[in-house]
């Protein structure tokens, strides 16, 4: 039965803050999804997230079949690519790059999924996806050829998830990039939230509990916490549950 989407529902009705650990295909080394899952199913982890920017073909399917023996949480695809879609998986958010005008990114690739997904048992959570700058190129600007929204232009972040949000997207991304030198800042985040009706995710560069808890109180309803982890594994005792 598909339930992540109606599981972060009720989790925002209820005020009960998301955490997704994001493991990068391309990053992540097979040898490691044990131990490193150990640790995850220890803390406040409530979603896996799966998928990177640039990412080799089959490596998503490989990955993702070995984490589903190792912990029961949801695990849901961050696809950069069309290659990136597996079955394996229990839900794929369905990212449309709201902030830039490659329509590849805004459409194009969408169609070309289509028939990968026609057949799948993937829940498919169409996602509003806006990256804003945050100090350096990301290599979602590489691979997408887009440039990231300033975070100085607040009225354009909350104007283009709105956008997003009357469009039909079941949910809003604010995404500062991996490895960000500045996180989306909670001003960022207030006005969004307050803007919007519906779930709010935050990642990039969150690389402390503190950033963590202040992108919660600023009103995210997920967070999502990747580069930190692959740095710094003693960042889980810190989040424990």
Partial sequence: MKQVY?????????????????IDPDKFSIENVSSFLLKVNASIATHIFVGGSIVNDDATDILVSEI????????????????????????????????????????????????????????????????????????????????PMSRNNIQGIVDTAKAGELLGMKMIYLEAGSGATHPVTPEIIYFVKQEVQIPLIVGGGIKSKQQLLDAYKSGADMVVIGTAFEENLLFFEALKN
């Fill in 6 to 22: 109606q599981n972060i529902l009720d989790a925002v009705l209820n005020k009960k803050k998301l955490l997704a650990v994001l």
């Fill in 68 to 147: 589903k023996k190792h912990t029961s949480l949801p695990i849901v695809l961050f696809p950069g690519d069309v290659t990136q879609i597996t079955n394996q998986a229990d839900a794929l958010l369905f990212l449309s790059l709201l902030s830039g005008r490659n329509s590849e990114y805004l459409i194009g690739k969408h169609v070309a999924s289509v028939s990968k997904l026609r057949n799948s048992n993937l829940e498919v959570i169409s996602t509003g996806y806006i990256l804003i700058e945050n100090g350096k190129e990301t290599a979602v600007q590489r691979v997408t050829g887009t440039l």
